[in-house]
């Protein structure tokens, strides 16, 4: 099960917002921002036009809403991950298995990382949804180092471990090994991210 579907599921009975939210979030990731129309979401949410724009002003403020909720999704799924790892080297160890069981997943085509699709989108210079996509990073890192922390309270490594640089390094390593896989799909990119995380971690110790 992908990293957008554990907090997708929606309660007994939703609001008109919920729903709206919801179904935009999921042909977002399967369609793309720009191939998914106003009227698409509405049907398919089971809401009148009136309530969509009760609650979203523009295609464009739910755009921001769903990369909102995109990025909270993969944090609390970051998080669940780093809490159960006592290392740096059983988090990859976890990371690894998560990602793998997704793909494997029969319940739904894992396409990889939400954020990471929606941003593709569009060209760099288009400052529509850029705070948003810097949002995201931000609150990433910052869960990363809050990590490494507390791995250096515990002395799993130095006082003075560049925990900034590492941190960096394993998301762009995490974002491309996703990214190159669904272009290739060949599962040898996602088998590559835990070693090669695990070699710039050692670099880093050294």
């Known amino acids: 099960m992908d990293q957008t579907k554990n907090n ?10 919920q729903r709206i939210l919801n179904k935009a979030s999921e042909l977002f990731y399967f369609q793309g921002f720009n191939a998914t129309g106003i009227n698409q979401i509405i049907q398919e949410s089971k809401t009148a036009k009136a309530s969509f724009y009760d609650h979203f002003p523009s295609k464009e403020d739910l ?5 909102h909720r995109y990025a909270v999704e993969i944090l609390l799924w970051f998080r669940a991950i ?8 059983a988090f990859l ?12 997943s029969k319940e739904e085509i894992y396409q990889g990382c939400p954020i990471a699709l929606f941003s593709a989108q569009f060209p760099k210079d288009d400052s529509k949804f850029s705070n948003q996509f810097e949002d995201a990073v931000k609150s990433w890192e910052k869960l990363f180092l809050a990590f490494f922390k507390k791995m250096k309270e515990k002395k799993r490594i130095a006082s003075n471990f560049n925990s900034i640089g590492l941190t960096r390094d394993w998301i762009n390593i995490y974002e491309g090994c996703l990214i190159t896989w669904r272009m290739s799909n ?21």
């Open 8 to 17: 997708r599921k929606s309660p007994i009975d939703p609001s008109p917002k």
């Open 63 to 67: 755009g921001k809403k769903v990369i």
């Open 82 to 89: 780093l809490k159960s790892s006592d290392s740096p080297e």
């Open 93 to 104: 160890d976890n990371l690894e298995k998560a990602i793998l069981l997704q793909t494997k």
């Open 186 to 206: 060949n599962k040898s990119y996602i088998k590559s991210m835990k070693p090669t995380m695990l070699t710039i971690y050692k670099s880093y110790k050294e």
